[in-house]
């Protein structure tokens, strides 16, 4: 670590000096140090530098990445949407990191209350939920519609997504919870709670699962319990 701090003053100084032939790879080093130290704000001003300073497309690429995930990473929102586009509009982006700035925007979009902008975002990922992104897409696409009102759309899109079956288990467990809130939403308790009960059962990960089946539950307990009251 100490020898990679001592690297980081050698290359900020060579990045620095005006007509160096060596500042892009300076910057390309200091980057790399910087971000995986996961110190965003610094490794975000080397690849502003680098976006700059870049003379390959390789270089470009890599910049233009870093800026993105230290944007994101950071809660950056507008210029996680403005550096997602640039990427997204230019044709020679490579197909992985296109999949990647729609998953960034679209998140940054849905942070900045414009998630009807982020449904062609999801779309666009949703389709893939062999990566974890594509299976969150597809959960977030399903939750915009049932934000909507428009539960049928909803409840197909988490069928979808379980008939394709996934890997990405957690997404595939806030589907089910989202279809027990659908269930709830239209008056359905004692399916939604089938729902949750099922889940509860088999879903053994130790997240935040397990709080959102139980606070559902606890509602819909009390309200059996009103409903005899009555």
Not at 3 to 15: C, E, G, M, P, T
Not at 166 to 190: E, K, N, P
Not at 205 to 223: C, F, K, Q, V, Y
Request: glycine fraction near 4%; charge should be negative; proline fraction near 0%.
């Amino acid at each position: 670590m100490w020898k990679q701090l001592r690297f980081l003053i050698h290359y900020d100084h060579l990045a620095s000096l005006d007509g160096n032939e060596y500042v892009e790879a300076s910057l390309l080093r200091a980057s790399a140090i910087t971000y995986d130290k996961q110190d965003y704000e610094t490794a975000k001003r080397y690849f502003d530098q680098l976006h700059v300073v870049a003379s390959n497309k390789g270089n470009k690429e890599i910049a233009r990445l870093g800026i993105l995930r230290c944007s994101y990473f950071t809660n950056k929102f507008e210029p996680t949407i403005t550096i997602s586009t640039e990427i997204l509009e230019d044709i020679a982006s490579n197909d992985d990191n296109k999949f990647e700035a729609h998953y960034c925007r679209a998140k940054a979009y849905i942070a900045t209350g414009q998630e009807t902008t982020a449904v062609k975002d999801l779309l666009a990922i949703s389709k893939d939920i062999s990566s974890e992104m594509g299976a969150e897409a597809k959960y977030l696409y399903a939750e915009y519609h049932y934000h909507q009102g428009e539960y049928k759309k909803s409840e197909n899109t988490i069928m979808e997504f379980i008939n394709e079956g996934t890997t990405h288990q957690y997404w595939l467990a806030r589907c089910f919870v989202l279809l027990a809130d659908i269930y709830i939403a239209q008056g359905d308790d004692f399916m939604a709670k089938q729902y949750l009960l099922s889940l509860q059962e088999n879903y053994t990960a130790n997240d935040d699962i397990t709080t959102l089946i139980n606070a559902r539950l606890e509602a819909i307990t009390t309200r059996e319990a009103e409903e005899i009251l009555q």
